[in-house]
């Protein structure tokens, strides 16, 4: 399946400048919103969003999902 | 001389034009560290009950910390504290930029100002040198202009500039102090003061080329610089300075917590339009080609975070001039998702005409929102308005309502006395759209999310602030990643969501605590602190001790964070202001959030109200009024505070 992945604020860096944090992913079916953040290497921790709602990271991505990623701030 | 610390006060009675200095002990600056609990030292002891806040009575003072000015990030901080004239309740704020070191090397470490002068001047102190000057031909300027007229007339570009714009002069209350023409004391009105007295400005130079300025242990410093500068990359400020504090809008949206439509919703379908990443890739000074990490990041003296941000926009309707900076977080907020407008250009130049006329952006913006939901409910008309349509989503008009507050025109005049002041002046039923804690507008985090910072809010002595203890996060979902740092605190046992449990209030005070001292000593709460920042609580400690050569403890910090609270909360008391006045604005109560993922969402009154008697208690303060027992101001060594509060 394809996720659509776009990477916010610092987790952009993740990626190469000119993606500007969006790039698009094939995974196997059943693989979760974890292995997006294990597959680009990013080591921060994060918070997620799957097609704009909040979402853990043990969350089952489905074919053509938008997935957010943020680079978690507790204060603020 | 002593390390870190001046030794010297300068005092200004403005009435009479007298200039004095005053020599405190070591055992004073290590009792309030500086800032905001050294302001209250002379606020306390010097200025009469019941003060009118825009009076010669009132004082207003300035001061930095004992390690403002250090060679190392996130020290150069300025606190200005006197009573406010938006809350009528103590008021106090911080500023970073270069001002604050500049004023420490200019040879002071506060300045204490009194009365009224009868006309316009500005303080000038130069190298340990000081006088009164003319501001009669600065009056009603801008902060830009009056800027570089002072750098043409002291003949040094390199002077610090404090100054208020004329919405200080015309005692906006919610004016603020500006240096750098982008840096402010935003809360509580301290630039009204500053106009009230007539005080245009306060400008500083340390000696040329020459900083004077000892450290105790100086290559420790230097080397807590090099370890800061070299763990950015990989800290929770790395994504801060290269985005700016809006980079986290997107992650407040999804949790529900970016407070839309004056917090009648938790999300902002526009959101993207005004976060940190798009300001990035568009309106930052050169990423027309690629090179804003260069041109459109600021920083702060010293500071390698370089957090700030650089905005410039050449064409269309909102043209913005990058010597004013850029909007936070909280501004892209206020302007922005309170108001419903998605209009980044618009934003920028909100912000830039709040740098200009010098205004707190928070109080604005939310003041405007709150006019914005009164019209779309019928409470505030075109008739009141001078013909403007002040609709959420109307970013010509919120752009128009900040000019016209600005400059005091028409319904801005209005305005410009804060949402709460207005609404008893409106009537109709306005207050109950009012986000007010305190008569402070509140900022851009949600107590329906945040419930230990809906406690912060209600209590803090000058009105609802987001930086005076750590989020809830933390010591929720999040506590994982900080289980290390919240240890030297003796926090380990994180709390349901939403919680308001003895030990989520345990959380809220004891942070509090630090936040408190961190205002004092006067570091920035990006750089210091006890969960995300790049340093922690106890390199803090180590800081304080490598400038003044201390052998200082954490407790000791906290004490006197503690401390600095206590004195605020006893100003208020001596005010007649107590648990009374401890509240959040009715609508959080009464009205469920609506859309995204805190639909439905309150803040629920029982568990509240009881979280208020163990935040007291955990105080020690009387729980029926909220005040500081004498007890307690006793093992604070402010015995002499209960005694002027005759508890
Ligand atoms: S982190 Fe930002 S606000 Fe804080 S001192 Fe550094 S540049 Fe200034």
């Known amino acids: 399946m394809k996720i659509n992945v776009t990477l916010h604020g610092i987790l952009r860096d993740y990626l190469p400048r000119p993606a500007k944090g969006k790039t698009t992913l094939t995974l196997p079916d059943g693989a979760r919103v974890a292995e997006v953040v294990q597959q680009l290497n990013i080591t921060r921790s994060v918070s997620a969003a799957v097609n704009g709602e909040e979402a853990e990271l043990d969350r089952v991505l489905q074919d053509d999902d938008q997935l957010q990623l943020f680079q978690l701030i507790g204060g603020g | ?647």
């Open chain 2, 1 to 647: 001389m002593p390390y870190g610390y001046n030794g010297k006060i300068l005092h200004v009675n403005l009435t009479s034009g007298e200039l004095t200095v005053e020599e405190p002990p070591e055992s004073f600056y290590r009792q309030y560290l500086g800032g905001s609990a050294l302001n209250m030292h002379y606020l306390l002891t010097q200025m009469p009950a019941h003060a009118d806040p825009l009076g010669p009575d009132n004082i207003l003072a300035l001061s930095v910390g004992v390690t403002t000015g250090a060679p190392v990030s996130g020290q150069s901080r300025m606190t200005s504290t006197a009573k406010s004239p938006l809350t009528g309740a103590i008021g106090d704020a911080q500023c970073g930029g270069f001002f604050p070191a500049e004023m420490k090397f200019a040879g002071f470490d506060a300045f204490i100002i009194k009365g009224r002068s009868p006309q316009p001047v500005y303080l000038w102190v130069n190298d340990g040198q000081y006088e009164l000057r003319d501001a009669s031909h600065l009056w009603g300027k801008i902060t830009g202009e009056v800027e570089a007229i002072l750098h043409e007339e002291l003949g040094d570009k390199n002077i610090e500039v404090a100054q208020i714009g004329p919405a200080g002069e015309t005692m906006v209350r919610y004016a603020a102090i500006i240096n750098m023409s982008n840096r402010a004391n935003g809360r509580t009105g301290m630039g009204a003061v500053m106009g009230s007295k007539n005080l245009k400005a306060v400008v500083v130079r340390g000696k040329k080329g020459k900083k004077k300025f000892t450290v105790a242990n100086k290559q420790a410093i230097i080397d807590m610089a090099r370890y800061g500068a070299k763990i950015i990359p990989e800290s929770d400020v790395a994504g801060l300075g290269k985005y700016g504090t809006a980079e986290t809008t997107g992650s407040q949206q999804v949790v529900g917590g970016l407070p839309s439509y004056n917090f009648n919703s938790g999300v902002f379908d526009e959101w993207e339009a005004i976060d940190g990443t798009t300001m990035y890739d568009t309106i930052l000074r050169g990423a027309d080609v690629d090179k804003q990490d260069l041109r459109g990041r600021d920083t702060c003296y010293s500071c390698t975070v370089r957090c700030k941000r650089v905005v410039e926009i050449t064409e269309g309707p909102y043209k913005v001039d990058p010597h004013y900076g850029g909007p936070e977080y909280e501004t892209t907020s206020t302007f922005g998702n309170y108001c419903g407008v998605g209009d980044l250009a618009a934003v920028a130049y909100a912000n830039q005409v709040c740098n200009q006329y010098g205004m707190d952006t928070i109080s604005c913006g939310a003041t405007i929102a709150w006019a914005m939901e009164c019209f779309e409910n019928g409470k505030i008309t075109t008739d009141d308005t001078g013909g403007i349509e002040l609709k959420f989503g109307n970013a010509e008009a919120m752009v128009t309502m900040t000019e016209m507050i600005a400059r005091g025109e028409g319904f801005g005049q209005l305005l410009g006395l804060g949402s709460a002041a207005a609404a008893e002046a409106i009537g109709r039923g306005t207050e109950e759209y009012l986000i007010t804690s305190h008569k402070q507008e509140a900022p851009a985090h949600m107590p329906q999310l945040k419930s230990s910072l809906g406690v912060i809010y209600a209590t803090n002595p000058f009105g609802a602030d987001h930086q005076s203890s750590e989020h809830d996060a933390a010591y929720e979902k999040d506590f994982d990643s900080y289980a290390e740092r919240l240890k030297v605190l003796d926090l380990t046992q994180p709390q349901p969501k939403r919680s308001l449990t003895p030990e989520k209030i345990r959380y809220a005070v004891q942070t509090q605590y630090i936040y408190s001292a961190m205002d004092s000593v006067n570091v920035c709460q990006f750089v210091y602190g006890p969960t995300w920042q790049l340093f922690h609580v106890d390199q803090l400690r180590d800081l304080i001790e490598y400038v003044t050569g201390w052998d200082i403890t954490v407790p000791e910090i906290m004490t006197v964070g503690e401390r600095r609270l206590n004195m605020l909360r006893a100003f208020n008391a001596r005010e007649g202001i107590d648990r009374e006045q401890d509240k959040l604005p009715e609508k959080m109560f009464k009205k469920a959030l609506k859309g995204g993922r805190s639909d439905g969402l309150k803040v629920d009154r029982a568990q509240f109200e009881a979280a208020l008697d163990e935040y007291y208690r955990q105080n020690e303060w009387d729980i029926e009024t909220g005040i500081p027992t004498r007890h307690k101001l006793e093992a604070l060594d402010l015995g002499w505070v209960a005694e002027m509060l005759k508890i």
